[in-house]
Nanobody, 129 residues
């Protein structure tokens, strides 16, 4: 059974850094769309960053571009999100998602591939001013 487990969340002051991890297990595809998303209570989920594991193509939301970096370690089957220069508005529950895919083009957030993907349980990030 496919499973994603996130970790690495915590509380930091503005300007600080965190690295989130998402360990994948039980997947049978060779290549995936994987991504990080975040959500606050009462707000819509928003995508943060996505990556195509077949070629490491990445996309970032404008709100995090230049501060966050998504990467995937194939050997460890782990997705990472390095978050630098954190702001209070980055406070949210962060989730990772994955779905098997044969093309980087499939991973565009506009395709909403994650609606049919596997999700982790989330890890909380809190940034204080």
């Amino acid at each position: 059974q496919a499973q994603l487990v996130e970790s690495g969340g915590g509380s930091v002051q503005a300007g600080g850094s965190l690295r989130l991890s998402c360990v994948a297990s039980g997947f049978t595809y060779r290549r995936y769309c994987m991504g990080w998303f975040r959500q606050n209570a009462g707000k819509e989920r928003e995508w943060v960053a996505v990556i195509y594991t077949g070629g490491a193509s990445t996309l970032y939301a404008d709100s995090v571009k230049g501060r966050f970096s998504i990467s995937h370690d194939k050997a460890e089957n782990t997705l990472y999100l390095q978050m630098n220069s954190l702001k209070p508005e980055d406070t949210a529950m962060y989730y990772c998602a994955a779905r098997g895919s044969g093309s980087a083009a499939d991973c565009s957030p506009g395709n909403r591939w994650y609606d049919r993907g596997t999700w982790g349980q989330g890890t909380q990030v809190t940034v204080s001013s």
